[in-house]
């Protein structure tokens, strides 16, 4: 199947750090990618650390979002918090409000939102969580753009609130039978081996869908690719692959614009 477009997004997980400690290579990955998520404190960043990305990608001319998350830096934003819809929703506008402030200090903007760990595998099944964070965006700012799991409650919810879903699909994430991601918990839910993500990468955008750890494809929009930041080989993962996509006709380019 030849895909509808030739152009596609690589976006990938930054500003993860917090205080003196680093996550990642930052500096790197914002030359091959272009789109970047950025921390929004919760999870992980802090003030200084958000401000410094948002300036190096307006150099770098990469477009960066709001990584919204659980208050949980103690677990990476990687447990799930008992809090309401209400407070979900409240949250993620308290953090889209300091990317957006700590974007605009630093001479960029802020065009897109995407949830990050546990908030973002809970709103790929409840519709309730995905409603409250598209409610947040469209509440905000409705011309920001919803970086959204594809086939997930998300995609549904950001439609339902009016916004722009952008259908994100994982390189180094597997997925199950049922289009969800493998839990991170199951053995070979995270891919690590960069030839083969990037194989599988390829064979999604050239037959329009998810391919499943069975082999099966569910058919989906795909607007951007994501390479998660925090891995040891974040950044030789990021850059073959985007010279993979280079290879095979694609023009890598922000969905949102820089």
Partial sequence: MTPVSRAIDLNADLGEGFGHWRMGDDDAMLDIVTSANVACGFHAG?????????????EKRVAVGAHVAFPDLAGFGRR???MNAREIERAVAYQLGAAQALAVLSGHRITHVKAHGALANIAERDADVANAIARAVGGVDSSLALLAIALSEQTRAGERAGLRVVNEIFADRAYMDDGRLQPRSQEGAIIEDIERACARVGDMLANGGLRTVSGKLLPTAI??????????????MARRLRGSLEREGWKLRAFAGA
């Fill in 46 to 58: 802090d003030p200084d650390i958000m401000a410094t990305t948002f300036a190096r990608a307006k």
């Fill in 80 to 82: 799930a918090l008992p």
């Fill in 223 to 236: 607007d951007s690719i994501c390479v998660h930041g925090d891995a040891p080989l974040a950044v030789e």
